[in-house]
């Protein structure tokens, strides 16, 4: 993949872009609205299903671009990008294409949760979605914006459900019908553009919001509730006007990892990286923002911004007198700009000027772009089912930054599965689950669906309770066999998949093998500390557990067992750290999945349910309505009790 030659941007555009009178169809299995993070995932994975797709997008050209920061991955987030991989998503090897400066995240802790994190060249990454989507296969691409989603009126038998049935384009074509419609217009539902005291429409600057008969849809004809967030972006600096001799270099790692578990080297050699700075912001910083913040009109409203990721104006407001970090990064190998990332800031242009001014290396520094803020519409997303299709209306998934969540990682890692599950809706194939034991994407898409949210929801190891066995180095062990019954994996991947399971399979088993006393094993590693007790029995793997063993070291004295699985050293080095920790977790994850597996029919009325529940509960459960006793467990304000009587009804009497 890497040696490969991309075609020219221009030609896949062309290739790819489609009038709508040109459509070789009006008939999809499944449309995609929206070409970002979640839209792209999306259509590729419906089609790799095996749907005959269409992703209709309002430029073409700004298909895969990122929005904000040029980068990929980090903690949580890195695991959910090696899960989309191991999915046969593109986000991974996109980042091995287009990453410029490689660094592992967190290495002073457990590698479960190592995070893999890149910084990219915003070009090449787009560069490499388009080329992709052009090539996959049942999926054709066209350059529109959607009007309005159109529904079938509800079912009399079925009062207050709906059909989605296809899409109106802006531009008055004719309808475009299709099984199941995607939805992915991140920032753009009802979206504003802040800077300064000015505010005008819009889903991201230069583009135009979602057109109003979208929302209308949505919120009027389908009854869905409707939020409202904000997120900002900082200016863009021209990189010469900065003095980077007053920044301190943080170097990438010397030896990038990828993210693809198809790749074992990225296409920037490691000498090409290019480095990223650190800098802090002054006490001038905060003064200008205090002076200037009757003119940020984006700071005064209420709509909630990503915690995690917040504006200087909000990071100088909640910690007064502190000196905040900013990192300088590339945002391309040839690109004559830097992205100050902690500076996103939506006062006016002349005084984010004096306010990065403040900054020691920024003294001099020159504005490309101006930062500025965006507000947006966001559909409350416990109004979907675990995959992602709005409850009250087959056939309509919704997928991104559209359910409340931030992030590309976040966005992609949702749009590959509302792909997925539209694709096997369209089949009349049953909704495909995952678990939170068994993914990051499960945690993701069942806090969202199960939980919501009240503010921009983005990915922390913290979210999962298994994170020891959700590690991103066994993303592969835990979803590629599983994506490839689902249809999403090929058969080439799958193939790689089964082969690496059945060696490290092998080699656990060779290690376990090994068994002998404690004595025996430190006549054998005379260097090794280790247990006291000599009558102790001890096999390979128990010995790897320790800190000092490493795989290579057992196979230099165990050659003829070991050494065919070389490849595997550090893969098996984790695997045994972890293994007593998963041991213990074996039976509480069987509990859970069974939990998991018992669904809750949709039909009960909470109100009237014979068995013993407060009122509070059944309130929590009717508004939820959640599909499985799993779900309803993690819901806030049920009890023990409530589950355990919950669980004896629907054993016993449904
Ligand atoms: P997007 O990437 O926004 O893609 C939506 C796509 O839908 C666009 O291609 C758009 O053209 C298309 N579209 C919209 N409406 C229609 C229509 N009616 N018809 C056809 N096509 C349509 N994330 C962070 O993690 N940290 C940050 O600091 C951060 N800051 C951000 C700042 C700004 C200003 C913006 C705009 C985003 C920021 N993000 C940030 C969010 C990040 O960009 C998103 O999380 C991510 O891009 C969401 O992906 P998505 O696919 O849901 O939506």
Redesign the pocket.
């Known amino acids: 993949m890497l040696t490969k030659k991309l075609p020219p941007v221009q030609s896949v555009l062309f290739l790819v872009s489609r009038r709508a009178s040109q459509l070789s169809r009006q008939r999809y299995d499944v449309i995609v609205?929206?070409?970002?993070?979640?839209?792209t995932e999306a259509a590729a994975a419906a089609a790799r299903v095996g749907a005959e797709t269409l992703l209709?997008?309002?430029?073409i050209q700004?298909?895969g671009?990122?929005?904000?920061?040029p980068s990929l991955g980090g903690v949580g987030k890195g695991h959910l990008v090696r899960e989309v991989d191991a999915l046969d998503g593109l986000c991974g090897r996109a980042g091995d294409w287009a990453g410029i400066n490689f660094s592992v995240l967190n290495r002073s802790k457990g590698p479960a949760v190592w995070g893999l994190r890149a910084q990219l060249d915003r070009q090449r990454y787009r560069e490499f979605i388009q080329a992709e989507l052009l090539s996959t296969p049942r999926l054709k691409v066209l350059e529109?914006?959607?009007?309005e989603l159109l529904v079938s009126d509800p079912n009399p038998a079925e009062p207050g459900h709906h059909r989605v049935t296809g899409i109106r384009l802006a531009n008055g074509s004719q309808p475009i019908s299709a099984s199941s419609v995607v939805l992915?217009?991140?920032?753009?539902?009802s979206g504003s553009l802040f800077v300064g005291r000015t505010s005008s429409p819009g889903?991201?600057?230069g583009?135009a919001?979602?057109?109003s008969g979208?929302t209308q849809t949505l919120r009027d004809q389908l009854g869905l509730r409707v939020g409202r967030l904000r997120?900002?972006?900082p200016p863009r600096l021209l990189k010469d006007s900065v003095d980077l001799s007053l920044a301190k270099l943080h170097p990438p790692d010397r030896q990038p990892t990828p993210f693809s578990f198809t790749n074992t080297q990225t296409r920037c050699k490691p000498e090409e990286q290019l480095p990223c700075y650190l800098t802090y912001t002054t006490p001038g910083v905060e003064r200008v923002v205090r002076e200037s913040l009757h003119l940020n009109c984006h700071i005064q409203q209420d709509a909630k911004g990503?915690r995690y990721?917040p504006s200087i104006e909000s990071r100088v407001l909640r910690f007064p007198g502190r000196s905040h970090q900013v990192w300088l990064e590339p945002e391309g190998l040839t690109s004559d700009l830097l992205y100050p990332q902690g500076l996103?800031m939506t006062m006016p242009p002349d005084v984010q000027l004096r306010l990065i001014r403040e900054i020691p290396p920024l003294h001099r520094a020159e504005i490309h772009t101006p930062g500025?803020?965006?507000q947006y519409d966001y559909v409350c997303p416990t109004q979907l089912s675990p995959a992602l299709q709005v409850k009250n209306t087959q056939g309509l998934f919704l997928?991104?930054?559209?359910n409340g969540?931030?992030?590309?990682e976040?966005?992609a890692a949702q749009?590959l599965w509302a792909g997925v599950n539209a694709a096997r809706r369209a089949l009349s194939q049953p909704p495909a689950a995952l678990s939170r034991t068994e993914s990051y994407i499960g945690v993701l898409v069942d806090d969202l669906v199960s939980r919501g949210v009240t503010e921009p929801y983005?990915m922390f190891t913290s979210r999962a309770e298994f994170r020891t066995s959700l590690r991103p180095d066994n993303a592969d062990l835990r979803l590629t066999m599983k994506g490839f019954e689902l249809g999403c994996v090929s058969a080439v991947r799958h193939h790689e998949a089964v082969r690496v399971r059945c060696s490290l399979q092998n080699a656990i088993a060779a290690l376990q093998a090994l068994t002998m006393s404690s004595t025996s094993w430190r006549k054998k590693l005379p260097g090794i500390s280790m247990s006291e007790n000599k009558s102790q029995t001890l096999s390979g793997m128990d010995l790897l557990e320790y800190k000092d063993v490493s795989f290579e070291i057992l196979a230099s004295v165990f050659p003829e067992c070991l050494s065919p699985y070389m490849e595997f050293s550090q893969r098996l080095k984790i695997e045994a750290v972890y293994k007593p920790h998963n041991d213990q977790n074996r039976s509480e994850i069987k509990r859970i999945q069974s939990e998991e597996n018992m669904s809750l029919p949709q039909d009960i009325d909470y109100f009237t349910l014979p068995v013993s529940l407060s009122q509070e509960v059944r309130e929590i459960l009717d508004r939820f309505r959640p599909t499985t006793l799993g779900a309803a467990t993690r819901l806030q304000g049920m009890t023990p009790a409530a589950i355990a009587n919950l669980f004896n009804y629907v054993h016993f009497t449904r």
Request: hydrophobic letters at 25%; aromatic letters at 6%.
């Open positions: 609205v929206g070409g970002g993070h979640a839209g209709v997008t309002q430029k700004t298909i671009a990122l929005s904000c920061n529109g914006s959607v009007e992915t217009t991140g920032t753009f539902l889903g991201r600057i583009d919001p979602s057109s979208l997120t900002g972006t990503p990721c996103s500025y803020g965006v997928a991104g930054q559209i969540t931030t992030g590309y976040e966005a749009g983005r």
